[in-house]
């Protein structure tokens, strides 16, 4: 190399970093839709960290609906016929293996097999078979596709959701809507790339949840899932104090960016002007959130898709208009937690109560946003961090079933996965994979891969070393894809 | 956003800023295999061709020089001075698919300067040294005495602009400088009565005695102390399912405490790690272990005990690498370390050193302090998780894959064989252990300490990594102060104290913080300290400083941790974590130090200004600039409250308004208030008036916000408009950076 290329080759990769730090400065936070152009495609927001997709996406958003405490394969999706006669015999060993289960199941004498208590059937033209507990998802069956050989590392809920949120099952990686927010960028200039909504189920006990399953780790910290709470400000400190109002608001904003300006131009220092863009921005969430969540102009037969918890604010139903609210507006990653699917007893009594707060609402989100065209570009995941065990917890009392990492079903639908298909499948007890096993690192590198990146090259260096969602695992699903 | 955004000026981008500088000079300089070719073949080929076995492609490997120089199949990765007859060089430059190294698609492809690095490398011998943070610094030469040096510091920050063709910004005003420090030493701005004092003292001296006065406050302890916490992973209760609250409060005073008291910083290490095996140990020194408890501890049903426990002895190891010693030595804990010379079995060395406690993996329910634990001497109610060994010592094996259930070979307590053996005399123990630490043997201690100290004065780590001085880390911006500053304070009694002061009387910290577009441009994050540091108050900061300017703080050392305001519901929206309890009266305005930490729901205005949630080690903190921090100073109770009491205090003052809110305004930056800035903010709070006025009753809805009242002597409709005054001071960008 000459001097004169490297000058060029130098000059040219400052110009790249200098217009990088440029828009950043200017625009970073929650993004500027209004500078995307110049930095890339149409896909991309301006805070993006790519120039461009690693290839052409399928999905421009994801609304994933994360089930928490593992809802039951057994009793939702994977059918086993051949169990009924098998009622209460013990778990061949030959099944079980040397596997190690839970110190809630380890000392119990007998892990007796526990058969659906629920009916099966096909639906559809492809003949998608569902539980008889989810009869509205029935009616779409054929824009479902389910994974029935999902399996996982984790035997707790802790390390099991965090796994499944950021890749490691412990705690301090970035979650997969943040690597999204980070890697994509936002594209509406008024609210967060990454959102997420929270809401318990009828089930008697839930397990908790926690503000790092939607941290952005070590990545910069506006990558963060903002969450939407249910009750008092939908974003914390969106409403003005008592006794300011709107207008007031906008004259103290008027002096404060009046003085920062000021002083910007004694100071020379460019973090001032990103302050007052996000002075300006945080005005304009007072008045984008609280029209987002105000769903009194959705007409009854667009509320009744969702079913009736949807007029509770908080419920699951009502999440999931949000939800479709929130994709209306471009939000990138949209995340609810649907807490209260930890069966270990009272399956009978709880697991009824969970479907009825989830069926009819995904049903009415996926109906939602197929007539309004947003599911053409819209990923759907529905689905926990582990499954359950086909043996029966506490078989003589309120039976139920424990934790089951070896084994279990995730939905999907929408953008770029194919419609009433199945893939994979389960052994007879639905304990092991039988064919084509898909880890949760497979399924995020195919979530990133539906969005555009290659989950190998979103990377980000921390502690001296390369970080990626996938660590140094997963292989795209390419027999889900369409 | 600066902080952890992806480095704007990356390796890459510094070794073609010194290639360039090197050919402007015309100067034919070597290509450094440190500075230069290092951090290219740790990123781009040892992932491949590194110190792991199971990895390794083509069984080469390029960290060791006699393998990569090796010919195999008659091929010779490096011949040394001749790039023609090297794999590496003809492979890197291929432009065949099959061909070209590293393979495309995995996110390593080398841009041209890399490969035009390398080459050179090779041609000029292929010259392979020690990572440089890996053998122990000397005291390098001090750069030439100038006029405007005060001290060491100065005279390499110097040569570093003076090379860049920059020279130093003229020094900050005293008003500038005052607040600096002020906020630096004790997290908290300087009163007006400080300011008059400094600003009369015209004679010599007068900064030091200020930051004499300053270092000697006990909120210096407490400053010092919200630092150590993040990367102690300190916490009020135990992560996990149920989040119990814990009792460790006492260690963290026992933090402060030293830190005021100035304890050596070798005393300080060695009580932390090993206080417990000292002889005769004081209760303050077994509370000093604590640090090694502070960890998260599972109380979910069906946790296995085991894999838990395993969890803790393995997050002691890695908070000791990140804390003392700048290295993720938790890479090693299920392979060999891809970039570090560390292996698998030296984890497992070092995880034997802190495997051996009477302690469980899993407590249900647990409240409180787990065994092993001691009552806290000032306050015996409160039992503290400390260190204690078991007396038969539990046996170590290598867990294969890092899973607590595939034992492997049983491994002995030892040192990576990179770093230096133990002291003469000392034994293979806990006690050991940490004294090698603090020996002034060990490469990286000192090293790692200063330039995390550094970081909190100047912004940015002379390695931007702190949390890394590995192979992996990037070039030091000034890697001769670095060793100087190291050295400096090892030798001299790892002396806190000493050392910040000499940052603080630099004049590098002295200059002023205005910046121009050379300085920008030459220097757009300020690593070569072209100007004095502008930074962003850290979490505790902005709000200690709110409630210092309205006069609601409350300053107590130490005790149990308080519950102020957050959000109505916050503990309540998530499962399991019962009511939260809010504190009054005093709880509500005691310094952030002393706020709750529930790790799992932490406090959100805390979170929102990047304090970490504490339920790791965490030795960095990002400073975002968002508009939920905006929201945050605009709108929630604290503040609001804080800006009427300020507005209150303001009243107080002068005889006119434009006097108060130019009071005020000086209260909140240190600065008279120009002509302009006075008329903008007279003019606000004559049109806030008038609303005020036409409605009262939003004037008591205002005023009624927060727990404390103001005076019923005055005008409610002026308070009101005088509070939002305040409360525009209080969000002014001036004024949330220091």
Known sequence: ?482 | MRGLTPPVFDSRFLTALALVGLCQASVRAQVDYNRDVLPILASKCYACHGVDEKQRKAKLRLDVKEVAFAERDGVRAIVPGKPGESALVSRIFSAEKGEVMPPPGKGRTLSDAEKTILREWVAEGAVYREHWAFSKPSRPEVPKAVDWAANEVDRFILAGLEARGLDPQSPASKEELLRRATLDLTGLPPTIEELDAFLSDKTPGAYEREVDRLLASPRFGERLAAWWLDGARYGDSHGYDNDLENSQWPWRDWVIRSFNANKPFDEFTIEQLAGDLLDKPTNDQLIATGFNRNHRINTEGGAIDEEWRTEYVIDRVETMGTVWMGLSLGCARCHEHKYDPLSQEEFYQLFAFFNNLEEKGFINNLRGSAEPRVAYKANPKVQVMIMREKEKPRVTRILVGGQYDAPGDEVQPGLPAFLPPLPPGEKMGRLGLARWLVSGEHPLTARVLVNRIWEQFFGSGIVKSVENLGVQAEWPSHPELLDWLAVDFSSGGWDLKAFIRKLVLSSTYRQSHVVDAKRLRLDPENRLLSRGPRLRLQAEMVRDQALALSGLLVERVGGPSVKPYQPAGLWEEVEKRGKFKRGNGQDLYRRSLYTNIRRTVAPPSMLLFDMPSREVCTVQRARTNTPLQALALMNEVTYVEAAKKFAERMMGQGASVGERIAWGFRSATQRVPDEEELRVLLAGYGRRLERFKASPQSAAKLLGRGEAKVSEKLSPVELAAMTTVAGVLLNLDEVINK
């Not at chain 1, 500027?32 to 690693?54: F, N, T, V, Y």
């Not at chain 1, 709880?350 to 309004?372: E, F, M, N, V």
């Not at chain 1, 759907?380 to 499954?387: A, D, M, P, Q, T």
């Not at chain 1, 999907?412 to 007879?428: Q, R």
Request: hydrophobic letters at 35%; a neutral charge.
């Open chain 1, 1 to 482: 190399m000459s001097l004169g290329e490297g000058m060029r080759m130098f000059e040219t990769e400052k110009t790249k970093l200098q217009r990088r730090a440029f828009l950043k400065a200017s625009a970073h936070g929650f993004g500027a839709a209004a500078l995307g152009s110049l930095l890339a495609g149409e896909a991309l927001g301006a805070d993006s960290i790519l120039d461009k997709p690693h290839h052409q996406p399928k999905a421009k958003r994801v609304i994933y609906l994360f089930q928490s405490g593992g809802p039951s394969q057994l009793d939702l999706f994977d059918p086993k016929p051949g169990l009924e006669k098998l009622a209460g015999k013990q778990l061949p060993d030959s099944i079980r293996g040397s596997q190690r289960i839970t110190t809630m199941t380890s000392g119990q004498k007998t892990l007796p097999v526990l058969p659906s208590q629920y009916g099966f059937r096909p639906h559809g033209e492809s003949g998608l078979s569902l539980s008889d507990q989810l009869p509205r998802l029935a009616g779409v069956a054929d824009e479902l596709c389910l994974v029935r050989s999902m399996h996982t590392e984790a035997i707790n809920h802790d390390p099991a959701i965090t796994f499944f949120q950021t890749g490691s099952q412990l705690a301090g990686r970035p979650s997969i809507g943040s690597w999204l927010a980070y890697g994509l960028g936002a594209l509406n200039r008024d609210l967060p790339a990454y959102v997420v909504l929270t809401s318990r189920g009828g089930a008697s006990d839930a397990q908790p949840l926690y503000s790092r399953l939607w941290d952005s780790g070590f990545l910069p910290s506006e990558h963060s899932g903002v969450k939407f709470r249910n009750t008092g400000d939908p974003v914390y400190y969106l409403s003005n104090p008592p006794g300011i109002d709107g207008p007031l608001r906008r004259d103290m904003l008027d002096d404060i960016v009046g003085l920062n300006r000021r002083r910007q131009g004694v100071v020379g220092d460019p973090e001032i002007e990103a302050r007052i863009a996000q002075y300006e921005l945080a005005f304009r969430m007072q008045s984008s959130v609280p029209e987002l969540s105000d769903v009194s102009g959705e007409p009854d037969k667009v509320l009744d898709l969702y079913g009736p918890n949807v007029r509770k604010p908080g419920s699951f139903a009502r999440n999931c208009l949000l939800a479709r609210r929130l994709a209306e507006r471009d939000v990138r990653f949209i995340q609810l937690f649907h807490m209260g699917w930890d069966h270990h007893f009272k399956l009978e009594q709880d697991l009824p109560r969970q479907c009825s707060d989830t069926d009819q609402a995904t049903a009415g989100l996926i109906t939602d946003l197929k007539q309004r065209g947003l599911l053409e570009d819209t990923l759907i995941v529905w689905g926990g961090e582990f499954g359950r065990t086909v043996y029966a917890q506490a078989p003589e009392k309120q039976r139920g079933r424990d934790h089951h990492p070896r084994c279990f079903t995730t939905m999907l639908a929408g953008a770029g996965v194919k419609k009433g298909h199945v893939h994979g499948s389960t052994d007879d007890f639905s304990y092991n994979v039988a064919e084509d096993p898909v880890h949760v690192h497979d399924l995020n590198a195919t979530i990133l891969h539906l969005l555009g990146i290659d989950h190998e090259r979103l990377l980000f260096k921390y502690q001296g070393r390369q970080y990626r969602l996938t660590d140094v695992h997963g292989e795209v699903v390419r027999g889900i894809l369409s």
